[in-house]
């Protein structure tokens, strides 16, 4: 569990700046993809 609760807070942490760079078209990975899909 410990495990996962830390993907989750990476998760959290890393979000805004993936939402805000695929608006920006810039960050185009699948794990951006996917946290923005999340954002919206």
Known sequence: M???TR???AVL???P???FA???TKY???E???L???AE
């Open 2 to 4: 410990k495990f996962l």
């Open 7 to 9: 993907i989750i807070a």
């Open 13 to 15: 942490a890393v979000l």
């Open 17 to 19: 700046a993936a939402a």
């Open 22 to 24: 695929a608006c920006d």
């Open 28 to 30: 185009t990975t699948k």
């Open 32 to 34: 951006g993809d996917t």
């Open 36 to 38: 923005f899909s999340i």
